[in-house]
């Protein structure tokens, strides 16, 4: 099978034909139909995340059919021991031997991938797999972050992309109100405002203190920025899996009953809940498709802020 493989972390991925998987006892065999691209997949490629099985098939927003047609999900949550305290607490997120697709385990960024078969997520059948494929992530750790802000009505977004744009899609139907922080660049502002963001701009000029802010972008003083704009009783959301370190701040911007959390992976449950609210809403992810060969490129372009929305590799 084809493949884009990650031989050695700070390297670019290497287009590969590799043996097809075999799925052991519990395992299904998934062709690809797409594969989202996540600021994860980057970090692990530029090796900031400590450790990921090598070689590597990167990918952890998979969609794909089973050998008798039924589509199905495979996310980052690949495999937990069910034993440990977090297991037996329904915090199977935290599991201590957790094991993660596209890191521990291959993942997507090929024809094929194998799964286990405990931790796949039957799909409706529509949107088409490019655009379901975001959900799967992005989606998901952004559900996840956004129950952690409670029942805030104004809801900060840091860094709009891929998950925020999602998040905010579902935050307006729960009736938040959405206000976008972003870089800079006005297409991106007019397209969290297409989304029903009612404000974008940049992090020193948020209109109102928040209730709660998701910070997506992988930069430590956003979270600051952030605390600094909450009301009192506001939390800062941490979703995504690494940041550059935050920076110190008063006491003061923390007293009143702020908090500061981060979100890590996701549990079955989180998946279950968001696939069966995506099609109520409905979600519209917004995609920018690659070839699987172009894997390379796609993560370039998240590096770079130069999409709208997700990057999904169509293997269809
Ligand atoms: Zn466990
Ligand atoms: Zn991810």
């Known amino acids: 099978m084809r493949a884009m493989v990650l031989r050695s972390p700070g390297e670019p991925l290497e287009p590969a034909d590799l043996p097809e998987p075999e ?9 690809v139909l797409a594969c989202g691209v996540c600021r994860t997949d980057l970090h692990i490629v530029d090796g900031e995340l400590a450790e990921p099985k090598l070689p590597l098939v990167p990918g952890h927003q998979v969609v794909g059919e089973l050998p008798g047609g039924e589509r199905v999900g495979i996310p980052w949550l690949g495999w937990t021991c069910g034993e440990c305290r977090y297991c037996r607490a329904g915090r ?28 796949v997520f039957p799909l409706p059948a529509e949107p088409d797999a ?35 744009h999602i998040v905010c899609q579902v935050a307006r139907h729960q009736g938040r109100r959405v206000f976008a922080v972003t870089r800079g660049d006005e297409e991106t502002r007019a397209f969290a405002r297409g989304l029903g963001a009612e404000w974008a701009g940049p992090a020193d000029e948020v209109p109102e203190p928040l209730d709660a802010a998701i910070v997506f972008a992988p930069a430590g003083e956003l979270v ?34 702020r908090s500061i959390r981060s979100v890590a992976n996701l549990t079955r449950q989180d998946g279950e809940d968001l696939l069966a609210l995506a099609p109520e809403i409905p979600i519209r992810a917004e995609v920018t498709e690659y070839p699987l060969g172009d894997a390379n490129r796609a993560l370039d372009d998240i590096r770079e802020g130069r999409l709208t929305g997700a990057a999904v590799l169509d293997l269809r």
């Open 23 to 31: 799925a052991g006892a519990g395992d299904v065999l998934v062709r």
């Open 92 to 119: 199977e997120n935290l599991c201590e031997r957790a094991r993660f697709t596209g890191y521990d385990r291959d993942g997507g960024y090929a024809e094929l991938a194998v799964a286990d078969e405990r931790y």
């Open 130 to 164: 490019a655009h379901l494929a975001p959900l799967l992530c992005a989606g998901l750790i952004g559900y996840r972050a956004l129950r952690f802000c409670g029942d805030a009505e104004r809801l900060g977004l840091y860094g709009f992309g891929g998950s925020a």
């Open 224 to 257: 600051v920025a952030a605390l600094r704009t909450l009301a009192p009783g506001g939390t800062v959301v941490c979703a995504g899996i690494h940041m550059s370190d935050i920076p110190s701040f008063p006491y003061e911007a923390l007293w009143r009953e």
